[in-house]
């Protein structure tokens, strides 16, 4: 058999090529670790509360939360703040529902 990634031969059973990493058969790239995170939660926090970084406390990614957060609650001084905080957070919720963004704050895969 030879990897539909990279082209190099694997054995017949191999789950992953050992050349590549790239899952072999697309049933066993199916995440179940039970402590994964969704990904269309993830993609929909960031489109539709992008602004507060709700979808980075999600993932664990606090620090760029509370930049998020801070942005958009202060910013309204200068009224730009929340409107970057927004595009930014619907450019990352589409990263996350794209598969862009893969992975959560532990490096864990984002499941379907």
């Not at 050992?18 to 960031?46: E, W």
């Not at 970057?84 to 990352?92: D, F, K, R, T, Y």
Request: aromatic share 6%.
């Amino acid at each position: 058999m030879f990897c539909r990634k990279c082209g190099k031969q694997i054995d017949d059973e191999a789950v992953v090529c050992i050349h590549c990493g790239v899952a072999t058969n697309p049933q066993s790239a199916i995440n179940n670790d039970p402590l994964a995170k969704s990904k269309l939660a993830g993609g929909l926090f960031g489109i539709l509360l992008g602004g507060l970084g709700i979808h980075n406390f999600y993932l664990g990614y606090t620090t760029k939360g509370v930049i998020q957060l801070v942005l958009t609650l202060v910013g309204w001084v200068v009224i730009v703040g929340p409107i970057i905080a927004a595009i930014w957070g619907l450019i990352e919720g589409i990263m996350i529902l794209t598969g862009s963004i893969d992975r959560d704050a532990s490096g864990r895969l984002l499941k379907e």
